[in-house]
Nanobody, 123 residues
Framework: QVQLVESGGGLVQAGGSLRLSCAASGRTFSRYAMGWFRQAPGKEREFVTAISWSGGKIYYADSVKGRFTISRDNGKNTVYLQMNSLKPEDTAVYYC????????????????WGQGTQVTVSS
């Protein structure tokens, strides 16, 4: 089992940047593929990006491709989400998630979730 804690959210102006972190407990972090999802008010939770256990496979939603970068440091049990050129439509609660399955864009394939961190982008 793994526990996830996100941090780094906040308020930023459009065009700005934020870096989210997701710290995982446990010794087996490197076995998990990791994903970031987000949920805006009144909308369903949606896929943002995912990374395989080794970092060798990465997936992005079209809406963030070229602006967001996922990375991981297995030595620090942490996955990161660098968000650049932020837009008001990126406003959401961002969640990290873990799965023992291969990296996937499918929300239901993730077994462990963090509590989320709020990202607000002002216009």
């Amino acid at each position: 089992q793994v526990q996830l804690v996100e941090s780094g959210g906040g308020l930023v102006q459009a065009g700005g940047s934020l870096r989210l972190s997701c710290a995982a407990s446990g010794r087996t972090f490197s076995r998990y593929a990791m994903g970031w999802f987000r949920q805006a008010p009144g909308k369903e939770r949606e896929f943002v990006t995912a990374i395989s256990w080794s970092g060798g496979k990465i997936y992005y939603a079209d809406s963030v491709k070229g602006r967001f970068t996922i990375s991981r440091d297995n030595g620090k049990n942490t996955v990161y989400l660098q968000m650049n050129s932020l837009k008001p439509e990126d406003t959401a609660v961002y969640y990290c998630a873990a799965t023992l399955l291969p990296a996937t864009i499918t929300l239901s394939n993730y077994h462990y979730w963090g509590q989320g961190t709020q990202v607000t982008v002002s216009s």
